[in-house]
């Protein structure tokens, strides 16, 4: 007989008349929703060698206490109920939860029984080299650890169980296995995401979390506050409240998971560490396949950024248009010349290879190492550089104090002004528009300088110049490439070599310098020349340059490529 059947359960209770006058129907719903969320701690009471794919034959004692305790039964009885219901719980998926079972849980709380307990996927040991592959169960260790679990619902207090496989020493944590210092995370379908050692996210949430952030642009400042005060419920007793740092690093951990998912791939990071470092190498990798390599659309093609078309000759012919230009979006980095190594922290001013210079003196031409816990030489005229740049960041302070007051409404909030004067951060290209203030000169007089040339000091953090972009005409972006000092057609020429190295290398580049860069790459590199292109787009050739230059008019002028026109115009927008 089927044990799920309501005839084999009647069946079961007519032995014990007795358990039929004190269980109510209610009861008997609420014993099976229970047990039912407790599967994993009934299995982690079998032995080794028990199937889990079957209940059973009985229940382990500190559960028969809690549930007969919740409907006030004989503990007696507990067990002609078990056999009466196994095969109801063991084939029954979790539900949401009922009113009634709430107190129940507040009640087992203290003998680390929670419906919310976190457990690993897996109850043998995955490692295919261990000698217990998928022969026995992995047992608990170190007991429970109490944890917070954030839902759409509100935080919750419960516990979390690692396992150790005895053979190979692998031990399985909700969300990952760890082995010789390594963490290596389950399928990308997680249901509970953790955020940090006692903190997880409810799979439902964390999306939530993703799409503020993408959509609405919302900071993780106030995505954790939005949260703490929406869905924590006032009555609900105080736990651990969620932070930007638990919202940035589930963020992070998601798309990792997505990344990985998309390539067929298990994620992999260090298990020690700071939390803050752990994910580093992971982005890292990531972000550099998909600056040279693109994202999965870059070998889109379509009619807006191609064209098929028959030359004079009669023969079909096609090209594809890029269109390559530089954002002048900078991040920090090491203040040494040209050194594309990153920085350890955003406050620092040079990388861990550079970290020398913090005590060289600034000045751009002394090497002199620093005294008085400065960034200058005892040498007046580098010493007066430093005081210069201070009174100039004391002015700022004020006038950031002033708008601090009258504008930010949360001082913790992700964007506030952090230790690190922003002041002292600027471009060094030829398009900053405004006096730099990283690089201090010694003067406020444009006169010649009597003694000299005028000296400058590197004193605050320095900027890369611009991120050069590559862009089909249809507006997918198919590549970039930092610019470190500035737009110089070296680094266009590595971005193109790039490109070229992928097979993503247009037959059409529209480009607003492009009569240089013909020019630089007619002698340095005239195959790469052969393979491509140069016009320059109507705006910039008609605004911006010199009629009669050769290049200008012979090679970039954009009427000498008809394939680039139609009868209605121009094919591409470039």
């Given at each position: 007989m089927n044990m799920d059947t309501l005839r084999h359960v009647l069946d079961v209770l007519s032995y014990?008349?007795?358990?039929?006058?004190?269980?109510?129907?209610?009861?008997?719903?609420?014993?099976?929703?229970?047990?039912?969320?407790?599967?994993?701690?009934?299995?982690?009471?079998?032995?080794?060698?028990?199937?889990?794919?079957?209940?059973p034959p009985a229940l382990p004692d500190h559960?028969?206490?809690?549930?007969?305790?919740?409907?006030?039964?004989?503990?007696?009885?507990?067990?002609?109920?078990?056999?009466?219901i196994a095969g109801t719980v063991w084939q029954r998926a979790s539900e949401l939860d009922m009113p009634q079972e709430q107190h129940a849980w507040d009640q087992a709380r203290a003998d680390e029984i929670s419906g919310d307990t976190l457990w690993p996927p897996n109850e043998y040991c995955t490692n295919t080299n261990c000698i217990n592959f998928h022969k026995s169960l992995i047992?608990?260790?170190?007991?429970?650890?109490?944890?917070?679990?954030?839902?759409?619902?509100?935080?919750?207090?419960?516990?979390?169980?690692?396992?150790?496989?005895?053979?190979?020493?692998?031990?399985?944590?909700?969300?990952?296995?760890?082995q010789q210092g390594v963490r290596s995370y389950y399928a990308p379908s997680l249901t509970v995401i953790q955020a940090a050692e006692h903190h997880y996210v409810d799979r439902p949430l964390?999306?939530?979390?993703?799409?503020?952030?993408?959509?609405?642009?919302?900071?993780?400042?106030?995505?954790?506050?939005?949260?703490?005060?929406?869905?924590?419920?006032?009555?609900?007793?105080?736990?651990?409240?969620l932070n930007k740092h638990h919202v940035f690093d589930i963020f992070i951990?998601?798309?990792?998971?997505?990344?990985?998912?998309?390539?067929?791939?298990?994620?992999?990071?260090?298990?020690?560490?700071?939390?803050?470092?752990?994910?580093?190498?992971?982005m890292t990798l990531r972000n550099e396949?998909?600056?040279?390599?693109?994202?999965?659309?870059?070998?889109?093609?379509?009619?807006?950024?191609?064209?098929?078309?028959?030359?004079?000759?009669?023969?079909?012919?096609?090209?594809?248009?890029?269109?390559?230009?530089?954002?002048?979006?900078?991040?920090?980095?090491?203040?040494?010349?040209?050194c594309p190594i990153p920085l350890y922290s955003h406050a620092d001013r040079f990388c861990p290879s550079h970290h020398y210079l913090n005590y060289c003196c600034a000045v751009t031409t002394c090497r002199a190492p620093?005294?008085?816990?400065?960034?200058?030489?005892?040498?007046?005229?580098?010493?007066?550089?430093?005081?210069?740049?201070?009174?100039?960041?004391?002015?700022?302070?004020?006038?950031?104090?002033?708008?601090?007051?009258?504008?930010?409404?949360?001082?913790?909030?992700?964007?506030?002004?952090?230790?690190?004067?922003?002041?002292?951060?600027?471009n060094n290209g030829p398009e900053v528009p405004q006096q730099s203030s990283t690089f201090i000169d010694d003067t406020d007089c444009p006169a010649k300088n009597e003694q000299g040339p005028y000296?400058?000091?590197?004193?605050?953090?320095?900027?890369?110049?611009?991120?050069?972009?590559?862009?089909?005409?249809?507006?997918?972006?198919?590549?970039?490439?930092?610019?470190?000092?500035?737009?110089?057609?070296?680094?266009?020429?590595?971005?193109?070599?790039?490109?070229?190295?992928i097979g993503l290398l247009p037959d059409v580049l529209f480009y607003d310098n492009g009569c240089r860069l013909h020019r630089y790459l007619a002698k340095h590199d005239p195959s790469l020349l052969t393979k491509i292109t140069l016009p320059v787009d109507v705006f910039h050739w008609t605004v911006k340059h010199k009629k009669n230059d050769a290049e200008c008019s012979l090679f970039c002028n954009p009427m000498q490529f008809p394939e680039l026109r139609t009868e209605d115009g121009w094919y591409f927008n470039s």
């Open positions: 014990e008349p007795s358990l039929l006058d004190h269980i109510t129907l209610t009861a008997l719903h609420l014993v099976i929703t229970l047990a039912t969320k407790l599967k994993n701690d009934i299995l982690a009471a079998q032995p080794p060698d028990h199937d889990p794919l079957t209940p559960i028969a206490v809690f549930l007969a305790t919740v409907v006030d039964m004989n503990i007696n009885l507990v067990p002609v109920l078990w056999h009466a047992r608990e260790r170190d007991g429970r650890r109490r944890v917070t679990l954030y839902t759409l619902g509100g935080a919750r207090s419960t516990f979390s169980v690692h396992l150790v496989c005895s053979a190979c020493r692998t031990t399985y944590y909700p969300n990952y296995a760890v964390a999306d939530l979390f993703i799409s503020m952030m993408l959509m609405s642009w919302t900071s993780a400042t106030n995505v954790a506050k939005i949260y703490n005060h929406t869905f924590t419920p006032s009555h609900s007793p105080p736990l651990p409240r951990i998601m798309s990792l998971l997505d990344d990985c998912g998309r390539q067929g791939l298990q994620l992999h990071v260090p298990h020690t560490g700071d939390q803050k470092d752990r994910f580093l190498a992971a396949r998909m600056r040279i390599y693109g994202q999965p659309e870059a070998a889109h093609f379509c009619s807006k950024c191609m064209r098929t078309f028959v030359d004079a000759d009669g023969a079909l012919r096609t090209i594809h248009a890029l269109v390559g230009d530089a954002v002048c979006i900078g991040h920090a980095r090491c203040s040494a010349d040209g620093t005294t008085d816990h400065r960034k200058t030489c005892g040498i007046p005229a580098h010493r007066q550089l430093e005081v210069q740049h201070q009174q100039r960041n004391t002015a700022m302070f004020q006038l950031k104090g002033v708008l601090q007051r009258q504008a930010v409404t949360h001082l913790d909030d992700a964007s506030a002004v952090s230790a690190v004067n922003d002041a002292v951060e600027t000296m400058k000091a590197i004193l605050g953090r320095t900027r890369t110049h611009a991120e050069f972009t590559f862009n089909r005409p249809c507006g997918i972006i198919i590549s970039r490439y930092t610019c470190v000092k500035a737009e110089s057609l070296s680094s266009v020429h590595c971005a193109l070599r790039e490109l070229d190295a």
